[in-house]
Nanobody, 121 residues
């Protein structure tokens, strides 16, 4: 059973930093690309950052240069380091993995429960 558990959210002031963690279980973590999404009130969920199984990273334009993503395969954990936070970064942040169980099967999205990040002015 796939399980993703995020932690590390909170309330910070603009310009401060926050680090999120996501502990994964129920699948072979090292083989999977991992993603962080966020969803703010009234908006669609958006992809923030991706780290591939071999460590390559990609970021949304809105967070490039401010956010970092990393992984520790030994701990089955993916991290999101958020620096120079802005009020517009306020959202619920979700960890995500996409798993295709069979060669011809559909890719399934798995989500954690989310962690709230609030950035005040």
């Amino acid at each position: 059973q796939v399980r993703l558990v995020e932690s590390g959210g909170g309330l910070v002031q603009a310009g401060e930093s926050l680090s999120l963690s996501c502990v994964a279980s129920g699948f072979y973590f090292a083989y999977r690309d991992m993603h962080w999404y966020r969803q703010s009130a009234g908006k669609q969920r958006e992809l923030v950052a991706t780290i591939t199984d071999n460590g390559a990273t990609n970021f949304a334009d809105s967070v490039k240069g401010r956010f970092g993503i990393s992984r520790d395969n030994a701990k089955s954990t993916v991290y999101l380091q958020m620096n120079s936070l802005k009020p517009e970064d306020t959202a619920v942040y979700f960890c995500n993995v996409k798993i295709r169980r069979t060669v011809l099967g559909a890719e399934e999205d798995y989500w954690g429960q989310g962690t709230q990040v609030t950035v005040s002015t």
